[in-house]
């Protein structure tokens, strides 16, 4: 009588790209943690009521306006992630029906809502820099662009993933295992980037 043969267990390896990804992120999280650290520093030593008053010059419903956009984009952004999960590159249907768009288009509107957040903040320091409140005016400002300055350089770095994507799904015949792969980590960094953010705004808008 024959002996019975082991049942065979597939082992599923995770994505090394998914994986490194996760590990970078890890390492701007950390990042990150340093420039919240330097601003509560910052923060304790000048005193609450000094830091108030430096904050009182902050235009914070405009700030809240590009905040709202900001994580518009999140969301469109994971709609584009459906879509290449489905292996969607590009709308099947018109171009006005957008439960017919696919990757392409998804990104296309993320990209645009990251490019009015960024030039929302530009505007703001332009408004900030014409009532005297330049980076060399008061510790406070120092930390103020610089906390807010770096997270713009991620998000600029995020747009230029999504034309990279973008273009790489174009120039594709067919839309397959390696583009998706690379919607879904262009994702990771862009939420990323959003939730970091949101804990700007709360730090620097909204806690005085």
Same mark, same amino acid.
């Given at each position: 009588?024959? %002996?019975?043969?082991?049942?065979?267990?597939?082992?599923?390896?995770?994505?090394?790209?998914?994986?490194?990804?996760?590990? *970078?992120?890890?390492?701007?999280?950390?990042?990150?943690?340093?420039?919240? %650290?330097?601003?509560?520093?910052?923060?304790?030593?000048?005193?609450?009521?000094?830091?108030?008053? %430096?904050?009182?010059?902050?235009?914070?419903?405009?700030?809240?306006?590009?905040?709202?956009?900001?994580?518009?984009?999140?969301?469109?952004?994971?709609?584009?992630?459906?879509?290449?999960? $489905?292996?969607?590159? @590009? $709308?099947?249907?018109?171009?006005?029906?957008?439960? @017919? *768009?696919?990757?392409?288009? *998804?990104?296309?509107?993320?990209?645009?809502?990251?490019?009015?957040?960024?030039?929302?903040?530009?505007?703001?320091?332009?408004?900030?820099?014409? /009532?005297?409140?330049?980076?060399?005016?008061?510790?406070?400002?120092?930390?103020?662009?610089?906390?807010?300055?770096? /997270?713009?350089? /991620?998000?600029?770095?995020?747009?230029?993933?999504?034309?990279?994507?973008?273009?790489?799904?174009?120039?594709?015949?067919?839309?397959? /295992?390696?583009? %998706?792969?690379?919607?879904?980590?262009?994702?990771?960094?862009?939420?990323?980037?959003?939730?970091?953010?949101?804990?700007?705004?709360?730090?620097?808008? *909204?806690?005085?």
């Amino acid at each position: 009588m024959a %002996a019975e043969r082991p049942p065979q267990v597939s082992v599923n390896r995770p994505n090394t790209l998914s994986v490194g990804t996760i590990v *970078w992120l890890s390492s701007e999280l950390m990042f990150f943690a340093g420039l919240f %650290a330097m601003y509560f520093t910052h923060r304790s030593v000048a005193g609450p009521e000094a830091w108030s008053e %430096a904050s009182s010059v902050l235009n914070v419903p405009w700030a809240f306006t590009i905040t709202v956009i900001l994580v518009l984009s999140s969301v469109t952004c994971q709609m584009g992630v459906f879509a290449a999960e $489905r292996f969607q590159g @590009r $709308r099947t249907g018109s171009l006005l029906d957008v439960r @017919r *768009w696919g990757m392409n288009e *998804w990104f296309i509107l993320t990209y645009i809502l990251g490019a009015i957040f960024v030039a929302g903040q530009m505007y703001e320091y332009a408004e900030l820099v014409s /009532h005297g409140v330049a980076i060399s005016a008061s510790s406070y400002a120092s930390v103020f662009y610089i906390t807010t300055g770096f /997270h713009a350089l /991620h998000v600029i770095g995020g747009l230029i993933a999504f034309l990279f994507v973008t273009g790489r799904s174009f120039v594709a015949k067919n839309f397959g /295992h390696l583009e %998706a792969s690379a919607a879904v980590v262009t994702s990771y960094y862009w939420h990323f980037v959003d939730v970091i953010w949101i804990g700007l705004f709360v730090i620097i808008y *909204w806690v005085r």
